[in-house]
């Protein structure tokens, strides 16, 4: 399904997204419609297109959101329920049945590791896999790691906790390509100011999109643009000058 939102930036059309449709920003390809800068007279405007799909994952009613958008400000407010480290035990019978079926994923797969709890919050749970075949696991890009935790959700789904976020990874993965895809967004920001031309980044999910996107938003004369089809789209970051 598509819909459109508005908001004065990017964040704020995305952020509108999330609460309204109640899922994660990465459940949810972004599409730029059109975008306008904040000038001396005039405001930022941007419309986005949201593509939601069967991805496994059930949508989260609005009222037990764990964190909620300021309309006024557009800023996402902090969550009323907090994300809990350091028990890595699993607790009662679904972290139980999470930890079991993720450690048979992997076994099946001819490799070993030690499953634990990653962290825990109101509606998503974290799960971490030490393993010496960690590499293996995630993948180029961190598809293996996306495949399998797409198949953690789904199976979340099946035994009823359909409203429950699984988050999985190993060797900190997630956190540190995050932060690689920050310098990435920056140095190629940096690039196209200096060639005044485009440059098109490599296929990326949805999540890795939106992060490249929210990263470039606030540089002036720097526009991103996702292109392809698929779940795996590619980012195009160019010269506003080119306009």
């Not at 764990?66 to 350091?86: H, L, Q, T």
């Not at 490599?202 to 490249?212: K, Q, S, V, Y």
């Amino acid at each position: 399904m598509e819909f459109i939102f508005e908001g004065r930036t990017e964040k704020e059309a995305i952020d509108k997204a999330a609460e309204e449709l109640g899922l994660e920003k990465d459940d949810f390809d972004v599409e730029i419609l059109e975008a306008q800068k904040t000038g001396l007279f005039k405001k930022g405007f941007v419309k986005i297109k949201v593509h939601t799909g069967n991805t496994g994952f059930a949508s989260i009613p609005k009222d037990e959101k764990p964190a909620y958008v300021d309309d006024d400000i557009g800023n996402r407010k902090e969550s009323p329920s907090k994300a809990v480290f350091g028990e890595p035990q699993p607790k009662g019978e679904f972290e139980e049945k999470m930890v079991s079926f993720t450690s048979g994923l992997i076994e099946r797969m001819g490799y070993s590791g030690k499953v634990s709890i990653l962290f825990r919050e109101k509606h998503k749970i974290g799960i971490k896999i030490d393993s010496s075949h960690s590499s293996i696991l995630i993948g180029k890009k961190g598809k293996n790691l996306d495949a399998l935790q797409l198949l953690l959700n789904i199976y979340a789904g099946r035994i009823g906790r359909d409203d429950v976020r699984v988050i999985l990874d190993t060797e900190n993965y997630r956190i540190r390509r995050e932060e690689a895809l920050v310098r990435l967004a920056y140095n190629v920001a940096e690039k196209v100011r200096e060639s005044r031309g485009s440059i098109l980044l490599e296929p990326m999910n949805p999540f890795d999109r939106w992060l490249i996107h929210t990263t470039l938003n606030d540089i002036g004369d720097v526009e991103t643009k996702s292109e392809g089809d698929g779940l795996y789209k590619q980012v195009r970051v160019f010269y506003r000058g080119l306009r």
